[in-house]
């Protein structure tokens, strides 16, 4: 069954949503704290928390895949393997906090942190 499967599109092709995505992923790992909009936010929520849960497996074929995911930044990876993940060891999911800071100037557009917790 396909109940709740589809996600939002952001306006954006999907490559143009891929693109998005790895690189939200790749600032929220290096930063561990970015400011975006809450649409946004929402949708990066699994994509990271799905990562997370990835690198707490830490085995070989992990790593390949989050590689993969987030387009061969040997960086991140390494990152999210080494600092991230090990801080999770315990926890059985929910990684990540969106903290509203309330509307943009420009275009009242609703703004988020999303962190690490």
């Known amino acids: 069954m396909r109940h709740r499967k589809q996600r939002g599109k952001l306006s954006r092709s999907a490559a143009h ?6 690189n939200l992923c790749k600032e929220v790992i290096e930063h561990e704290r970015i400011k975006t909009t809450e649409a946004k936010a929402k949708a990066l929520r ?3 928390e799905q990562l997370i849960t990835l690198a707490k497996r830490g ?10 995911t987030l387009g061969q930044d040997k960086f991140a990876v390494y990152k999210l393997f ?3 993940a090990p801080r999770y060891a315990e926890r059985p999911g929910g990684y990540t906090r969106i903290l509203k800071l309330g509307p943009r100037r420009s275009d009242s557009t609703e703004m988020v942190f999303i962190e690490l917790v």
Do not use: N, T, Y
């Open 17 to 22: 949503r891929k693109a998005l995505m790895r």
């Open 46 to 48: 699994p994509e990271l």
């Open 59 to 68: 085995d070989l074929h992990a790593r390949r895949q989050a590689l993969s």
């Open 82 to 84: 080494e600092d991230v």
